[in-house]
């Protein structure tokens, strides 16, 4: 990525950070995806700490990622193992962080699979 595209998406991360907070009852899921991976945490912003975190290197999914054919479906894979991961922490309800990036692709496909796994944002 050059230097002035990294500065938009940090200055879009920024704007968006002001207005989602994430609590201990309704955490904050921060997506981040890199060149062949996507990473997701749950984040309870009050008091700074990670609930959880997930990515499509985790040892859970490894069969399923490995079955993907894109990086799109490893993304989808990711989103259902973060819903499990939550209910198992009675979290039902989140606020979603696409962290400056365009809510469509792999970030969307996150969200889908948190949708689909049983999270309500």
């Known amino acids: 990525m ?23 009852d309704i955490p904050r899921i921060a ?17 700074q700490k990670t609930i959880l975190s997930v990515s499509s290197l985790s040892k859970e999914i490894e069969d399923d990622v490995g079955k993907a054919k894109t990086k799109t479906e490893k993304s989808k894979v990711v989103g259902e193992l973060l819903a499990k991961k ?7 309800n989140v606020v979603f ?6 809510y469509h692709g792999r970030v969307k496909a996150v969200a889908e699979g ?8």
């Open 86 to 92: 939550a209910a198992e922490h009675n979290i039902t």
């Open 31 to 47: 997506v981040f995806r890199s060149l062949n991976n996507v990473y997701a945490q749950l984040i309870d912003d009050f008091a």
């Open 97 to 102: 962080d696409r962290s400056g990036y365009s």
């Open 2 to 24: 050059s230097v002035k595209k990294l500065n938009r998406r940090e200055k879009k991360k920024i704007r968006i950070s002001k207005k989602i907070r994430g609590t201990a």
């Open 114 to 121: 948190a949708r689909k796994g049983g999270l309500k944002f």
